[in-house]
């Protein structure tokens, strides 16, 4: 899965990580794309991981807001 080749070299908490592949596996659901399309993958990845360098812990929120950034209203 993408995030998870972005957030190798990151400086987040193991349990921040796992918040937000919560986020990256729910916003994949929603969007049927489980398996999915590898450049959108890594484009809702980045913008989760954009989202929580601002403090977010949210799982639900940072997913929202990933597919908010893509166009598509969670």
């Known amino acids: 899965m993408a995030i ?3 957030l ?3 400086a987040f908490l193991p349990e921040d990580i796992e918040l937000m592949i919560d ?3 729910g916003a994949l659901t ?3 794309l ?3 399309v590898a450049s959108l993958n890594e ?3 980045q913008n989760i991981i954009a989202c929580a360098q ?3 812990k949210d799982p639900q929120v940072m997913c929202t807001a ?3 950034a893509i166009g598509k209203a969670a």
Do not use: V
Request: aromatic share 8%; no cysteine; proline share 4%.
């Open 66 to 68: 990933a597919l908010k």
């Open 30 to 32: 929603q969007l049927g």
């Open 54 to 56: 601002t403090g977010e």
């Open 43 to 45: 484009t809702i990845a």
């Open 4 to 6: 998870y080749k972005l």
């Open 23 to 25: 986020a990256y596996e």
């Open 34 to 36: 489980p398996g999915g």
């Open 8 to 10: 190798q070299n990151t």
